[in-house]
């Protein structure tokens, strides 16, 4: 199992950018599937993207396609979550998550989740 710890959450202002990071310690990180999930205030957690074993291989939340980007580095042992274009409704915590199947099914891929990082984006 790998431990998750999510940063680079922030204030930023409608339109603008913001780059997510997700360092997982623990062995054999490309052996697992990575993603990302969002819960905002009042609603359950959703998910918004996944990326496969290699990097290879992506896919999203149609509520973020054409604005986020994920990515891995297997070297460094990261996940990566540039998100631009945002919108308000795009605040809340984040969470990185890693999981060992890769089905486009998000509640079956991701098995285990990092704390949060805040995401809030004004008007």
């Known amino acids: 199992q790998v431990q998750l710890v999510e940063s680079g959450g922030g204030l930023v202002q409608a339109g603008g950018s913001l780059r997510l990071s997700c360092a997982a310690t623990?062995?054999?990180?490309?052996?697992?599937?990575m993603g990302w999930f969002r819960q905002a205030p009042g609603k359950e957690r959703e998910f918004v993207a996944g990326?496969?074993?290699?990097?290879?291989?992506?896919y999203y939340a149609d509520s973020v396609k054409g604005r986020f980007t994920i990515s891995r580095d297997n070297n460094k042992n990261t996940v990566y979550l540039q998100m631009d274009s945002l919108k308000p409704e795009d605040t809340a915590v984040y969470y990185c998550?890693?999981?060992?199947?890769?089905?486009?099914?998000?509640?079956?891929?991701?098995?285990?989740y990092g704390q949060g990082t805040q995401v809030t984006v004004s008007t």
């Open positions: 998550a890693s999981g060992r199947r890769w089905s486009y099914t998000p509640q079956f891929d991701f098995d285990s």
């Open positions: 990326i496969n074993w290699s990097g290879d291989m992506t």
């Open positions: 623990g062995r054999n990180f490309a052996t697992y599937v």
